[in-house]
């Protein structure tokens, strides 16, 4: 047999590598993408609300969030300590709490277009902002599919207190990572962005709110991806 250069396929095996190569590239883009499975927990909003009953048998509860509080030690502990001093009713757990409800309600009600809730919890800066998103996706013939699956983590990253004409200012920055299931779709029903599979989110959300001020609640000031 002649192995000789001018009778071997070198082309061939050349197109034959680099197919192999895009393929491979391929494989891990949409591994990522749509490589984690769902997760079969559903968000419980309401504190109080009690577990559906399925076939007699009360649900599992679900697995509840990690929260991860700074130190009294640190610099972070130490802020939240002067928060308390101010408003004995605060506690890092109680807020987180309320944040992780806050979380998944704003995430829906955006998703649905509820202006109504999003004034529950958003600053007026931060209303007029998602107003404006919402009004943009109506104007474009467009709605957005929004499933949290499960809220995994919240985070009390920092914290930052202010003396202001009205009062004291607060504002804590919580890092919350989520599996979400979430798409905008056109007119037709088809993806314009996102996808169908569940994928984890992590999101740094400020809250805010004057600590002596009656009836001061905290409120979302921002939100980015993080």
Do not use: C
């Not at 491979?24 to 079969?40: H, T």
């Not at 408003?87 to 757990?93: A, G, K």
């Not at 996102?194 to 979302?220: I, K, P």
């Amino acid at each position: 047999m002649d192995f000789s250069l001018g009778h071997f396929p070198v082309d061939l095996v050349l197109l034959a590598l680099v197919a192999a190569f895009l393929v491979l590239r391929l494989r891990s883009v949409l591994g990522k993408r749509v490589g984690i499975q769902p997760v079969q927990v559903k968000l419980q909003v309401r504190p109080d609300a009690a577990p559906r009953v399925v076939e007699g048998k009360p649900e599992q509860a679900e697995t509840a969030a990690e929260f991860d509080i700074p130190a009294p030690g640190t610099r972070v502990g130490t802020l939240l300590a002067d928060i308390r001093q101010k408003d004995p009713s605060f506690t890092p757990q109680q807020f987180l709490n309320g944040a992780q409800i806050a979380f998944a309600q704003v995430v829906g009600a955006y998703a649905q277009g509820n202006v109504d809730v999003l004034k529950t919890y958003l600053t007026p800066a931060v209303l007029s902002a998602f107003e404006a998103g919402i009004t943009a996706r109506t104007n474009a013939e467009e709605t957005q599919r929004t499933d949290v699956k499960a809220i995994r983590s919240l985070a009390i990253e920092d914290v930052r207190i202010a003396p202001m004409e009205a009062g004291t200012a607060a504002a804590i920055d919580v890092r919350i990572v989520s599996d979400q299931i979430s798409l905008v779709l056109n007119k037709e029903g088809q993806p314009v962005t996102g996808t169908d599979a569940v994928t984890e989110f992590s999101d740094l959300w400020t809250f805010e709110r004057l600590l002596d001020v009656n009836g001061s609640t905290w409120r979302l000031a921002a939100a980015r991806s993080a």
